[in-house]
Structures are given as structure tokens and as C-alpha cells.
């Protein structure tokens, strides 16, 4: 049952293998709960909330309600459970992983969703990418040194808070063999007679005139050629030294972007609030309550571009048998549709408004300019046939959320109007190619039908169908 008191999203279920709508903190409580770090030992609840905080803007900016893209791989749904879109680990692999701590962790965790209640850490409205990592090791990153571009609120922040953490420091041994084959490099052979001087640890290497080494500094001591050869158990004088494994040092876990959460943790212990705590590592963000759409108003702030194609004395398009013509019902149906949305709150445009010729160019232009949410192009379609009748749509190649919307609209036509479904499908028409925001092509039904042709003269029908269509994008964006 979906109470409006919460919000809720669509979650692909791999287990299920259905979209399934869940309340969004259920979904927190198994993001949060696979991000806080085992290796913490001594679990601050202030942290738990702070990584609750991070777990829900981090879920929010995914949800397409909140203006975001949703999961890239299933068109119909906000984020899956599969990975790619965010990690969820549900209650066996929880209690795999925290074992006797899993009650205590996952209480912890239920009492922070109740207390910080709707929160989301936000900038400019938009909640924002909210990174973590497990151990800065001194200081956080400037996002261009990690991602490459400059994102406002990842700036370097100062910690030695997470000093005790067990990754301040770490020390791996890789040899040479690895480095040659991972970095595709060479190291130089070196060979008995070659002079090498590893700076401050071995240097000063005298020779004699056969290569024999006759005395050489190493730390800082002087020792014969002999002694080293004895001390070392090596076969021969006439040595060479040259690296086998490398000691790699580092200072940190992570790639050092936004929150440290050994450091964010010894906050909390200190007597930090999660709101200080986030507020030290995102720099300039608000944490606020984030607001559901009105219901009154669910396309508030949604932009879109409808297109009504043809139009002018030398395009009038497809024709019914009775003489119907498909650039006066387009029109028709697009300026309805507008008036729908915008009653939704919507921003609408129409590439005309009238009976005028607008070039495909002009078109694609106007929509690049507007960089709309979607650019919708209305058609009939005509056939040789007049039996033939029926709603297809177009998006272009790897479009996913015009997919996703066109399922929307297409569901609503089929319920609510005399049509038949004749598929989804992939084209490149020019507009579909060069509008650069992500756009449908919606060939309403067959006006060569006699019927259909019918249909299409009542004026309630056009507005049915300018219903219909606002049911899907309404739909497309829900919960
Ligand atoms: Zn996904
Ligand atoms: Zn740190
Ligand atoms: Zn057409």
C-alpha cells in the first residue's frame, strides 16, 4: 500500500526479477549498512547517522522524482540491486559480514534513519554526489585530482582525525616482474659489470680492473667486497645490485574524495553532531528535508519540448481517406497536451503553434537551446492498407529513459484509448539523432483507417489523447 507520508522508489529486484516499489529509507537502511566499514570497531551512532545522511542524497540524486536519471540498465526503474547503480547488501550478507555485531549494527541504524528523517545533504537544491572513502590519511581530495573535473563541495579538507585508523599507513611488496607487466614497462638488465649507486643507501663502488668490487658504502657503512660476500652468502665479488621487489608506502584508504569515515568517526567520538561532521568535509552544502513533489504539481520544474510535426501548405503530412490531415491533428493534440502539462506545472514549448512550415533543423535548434527533460515529436503514421491501424514510438539508440517513458505513455494510451500497440522501437530520424537531450517520436495511430480517421475528428478523442500522454509522463515520474 503506498502512503503518501513516505517517498518511495522503483527497485529493479534481481532476486525477484521485477520492478518493486520499496519505502526509499528501507533502501537506505541496506545502502548504509553495506557502506559503514567493519574495521571500525568502536561505531559512533553520530557516524551511523552521518552514513545514513550520505546513503540517502546519495539514493535521492538517483530517483528520477528528484530530477535524476535513474538506473541506466533497467529504463523503468530508479536504481537496481544489481551493482552497478548502488551497493546494496541485504540481511544474509549483512550477517556474513558482521556476524555477532549484525543486531547491534542494524538497530544502530534504524534509530539514525528515525533521526535524521528525510534528510539529504543538497547544493543548489540538488542533492549532491556525496563521496566517501575509509581513511584520508592527513588530508581529502580536490575532485579534479581524482575525476578529473572540479565539483564545488569535494574540496581538500585537512584531517588527522582518522590517525589511528589501521590504513593510516599501509606497505605493500610488489615485484619487479608485477610492476614490469601492469605498467608495461622495462627495468635496464643489469649485469655483473655495471656500476649502480642507490642514492643515501648504496653508493661509493670501487672496483677493481676484473669487476670485482673492492669496497662499497651501504647505509652509510663501508664494508669489503669480501664481507659482503660473506655476510650475504653470495657465490662472487663481482656483483651488481638491482631491485627485485619494491616497497610501495601509502598514507590512506581510498581515492580521498569527500567524507573520511575513520576520520568523520573519531569526530562523532569526540562529541561532533553529524551535522558539523558533514559540514567539515562537504564544503558549502546545506543538509536538508527534501521535499516531495506536489502532488497537485508533480511536473514542477520538469521541462519539455513538444513537437508537432508538419505544418504549411507543402507539408501537411499523412491524409485520411476522408481528407483528415495529419499537421492539423498533431497540432491539435500538441497544444492540448500543453495545456495538461502545464496545469501539472510543467514548462512547455511547442516548435509551432500554428499552421506554419518549421524546418527539421529549426526544430532540433529550438530543442538545443531549451536542453529540455524530453523533446516529443507527435505524428500519425499512414499506410497502403487501410485496415492497418494502431501507436508506435521511436528513441534512439541507447536512449534508456525515452524507452522508459515511452512504455509509460504507450501502457497509458492502451488503457485509456481504442488503440493497439504496435511497438517500441529504435530508429535515427533526424530529430530522434540531433536533438541532444533524449526524445521520442509518437506516431499516434493510422489516420489512413477509416475508423481510426473517425476517431480523430471529435475533438474529445484529441483530448483524450492529450490525456493519455500526460498520464505517462505523470506515471513515468512517480514515486
Ligand atoms: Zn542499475
Ligand atoms: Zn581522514
Ligand atoms: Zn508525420
Known amino acids: 500500500m503506498i502512503d503518501d507520508r513516505f517517498i518511495y522508489l522503483k527497485i529493479y529486484s534481481s532476486n525477484?526479477?521485477?520492478?518493486?516499489?520499496?519505502?526509499?529509507?528501507?533502501?537506505?537502511?541496506?545502502?548504509?549498512?553495506?557502506?559503514?566499514?567493519?574495521?571500525?570497531?568502536?561505531?559512533?551512532?553520530?557516524?551511523?547517522?552521518?552514513?545514513?545522511i550520505l546513503a540517502r542524497t546519495n539514493l535521492a540524486r538517483k530517483m528520477r522524482m528528484f530530477g535524476g536519471k535513474g538506473c541506466l540498465k533497467y529504463s523503468d526503474c530508479?536504481?537496481?540491486?544489481?551493482?552497478?547503480?548502488?551497493?546494496?547488501?541485504?540481511?544474509?550478507?549483512?550477517?556474513?559480514?558482521?556476524?555477532?555485531?549484525?543486531?547491534?549494527i542494524i538497530s544502530i541504524i534504524e534509530e539514525s534513519i528515525k533521526a535524521t528523517e528525510g534528510l539529504v545533504i543538497t547544493m543548489n537544491n540538488r542533492p549532491i554526489i556525496a563521496e566517501f572513502h575509509n581513511t584520508c590519511g592527513g588530508a581529502t581530495e580536490n575532485s579534479e585530482n581524482?575525476?578529473?573535473?572540479?565539483?564545488?563541495?569535494?574540496?581538500?579538507?585537512?584531517?588527522?582525525y582518522c590517525l589511528n585508523s589501521p590504513n593510516w599507513e599501509g606497505y605493500k611488496e610488489i615485484s619487479i616482474e608485477e610492476i614490469e607487466e601492469k605498467l608495461k614497462v622495462r627495468f635496464p638488465?643489469?649485469?655483473?659489470?655495471?656500476?649502480?649507486?642507490?642514492?643515501?643507501?648504496i653508493e661509493e663502488i670501487d672496483r677493481d680492473d676484473e669487476g670485482r668490487i673492492t669496497s662499497?658504502?651501504?647505509?652509510?657503512?663501508?664494508?669489503?667486497?669480501?664481507?659482503?660476500k660473506e655476510i650475504l652468502g653470495l657465490d662472487s665479488t663481482r656483483f651488481s645490485i638491482a631491485p627485485k621487489?619494491?616497497?610501495?608506502?601509502?598514507?590512506?584508504?581510498?581515492?580521498?574524495?569527500?567524507?573520511?569515515?575513520?576520520?568523520?568517526?573519531?569526530?562523532?567520538?569526540?562529541?561532533?553532531?553529524?551535522?558539523d561532521i558533514i559540514?567539515?568535509?562537504?564544503?558549502?552544502?546545506?543538509?536538508?528535508?527534501?521535499?516531495?513533489?506536489?502532488?497537485?504539481?508533480?511536473?514542477?520544474?520538469?521541462?519539455?519540448?513538444?513537437?508537432?510535426?508538419?505544418?504549411?501548405?507543402?507539408?501537411?503530412?499523412?491524409?485520411?481517406?476522408?481528407?483528415?490531415?495529419?499537421?492539423?491533428?498533431?497540432?491539435?493534440?500538441?497544444?492540448?497536451?500543453?495545456?495538461?502539462l502545464e496545469n501539472l506545472g510543467a514548462t512547455v514549448y511547442l516548435t509551432r503553434d500554428e499552421d506554419e512550415y518549421v524546418s527539421l533543423n529549426k526544430r532540433a535548434e529550438l530543442a538545443n537551446k531549451i536542453r529540455p527533460n524530453f523533446f516529443i515529436s507527435i505524428h500519425l503514421n499512414s499506410f497502403s492498407n487501410s485496415l492497418i491501424r494502431g501507436c508506435e514510438m521511436y528513441y534512439y539508440k541507447g536512449d534508456r529513459e525515452s524507452l522508459g517513458l515511452a512504455k509509460c505513455i504507450m501502457n497509458s494510451m492502451v488503457k485509456?484509448?481504442?488503440?493497439?500497440?504496435?511497438?517500441?522501437?529504435?530508429?535515427?530520424?533526424?530529430?530522434?539523432?540531433?536533438?541532444?537531450?533524449?526524445?521520442?517520436?509518437?506516431?499516434i495511430d493510422y489516420v489512413t483507417n477509416p475508423e481510426v480517421e473517425k476517431l480523430l475528428k471529435n475533438n474529445e478523442y484529441i483530448d483524450k489523447i492529450a490525456e493519455s500522454i500526460t498520464q505517462g509522463i505523470v506515471e513515468y515520474y512517480k514515486f
Open 216 to 228: 662499497i658504502k651501504i647505509g652509510g657503512k663501508v664494508f669489503k667486497g669480501t664481507e659482503v
Open 78 to 104: 530508479d536504481i537496481c540491486d544489481e551493482g552497478h547503480c548502488i551497493t546494496i547488501l541485504y540481511d544474509d550478507e549483512l550477517k556474513r559480514i558482521w556476524k555477532d555485531r549484525y543486531n547491534k
Open 416 to 443: 485509456n484509448l481504442d488503440v493497439i500497440n504496435r511497438g517500441i522501437k529504435v530508429a535515427a530520424f533526424f530529430l530522434l539523432r540531433e536533438v541532444g537531450t533524449s526524445s521520442l517520436h509518437i506516431d
Open 16 to 52: 525477484e526479477k521485477k520492478v518493486i516499489i520499496k519505502k526509499l529509507d528501507e533502501i537506505v537502511k541496506y545502502v548504509a549498512a553495506a557502506q559503514l566499514p567493519n574495521s571500525i570497531e568502536n561505531i559512533h551512532p553520530e557516524f551511523v547517522k552521518v552514513q545514513v
Open 279 to 340: 559540514n567539515y568535509y562537504f564544503t558549502g552544502v546545506e543538509i536538508r528535508k527534501i521535499e516531495k513533489p506536489c502532488i497537485k504539481k508533480p511536473l514542477k520544474e520538469k521541462i519539455l519540448v513538444i513537437d508537432p510535426g508538419h505544418g504549411g501548405d507543402d507539408n501537411i503530412g499523412a491524409e485520411g481517406p476522408g481528407g483528415l490531415r495529419e499537421k492539423d491533428v498533431v497540432l491539435k493534440i500538441s497544444k492540448r497536451l500543453k495545456e495538461f
Open 146 to 160: 581524482v575525476i578529473g573535473n572540479r565539483v564545488m563541495y569535494l574540496r581538500k579538507v585537512l584531517c588527522d
Open 189 to 201: 638488465n643489469l649485469t655483473p659489470t655495471l656500476k649502480i649507486d642507490m642514492k643515501g643507501f
Open 245 to 275: 621487489i619494491l616497497g610501495v608506502k601509502t598514507r590512506g584508504q581510498g581515492d580521498g574524495l569527500g567524507l573520511c569515515q575513520y576520520g568523520a568517526n573519531q569526530m562523532a567520538l569526540m562529541g561532533f553532531k553529524f551535522d
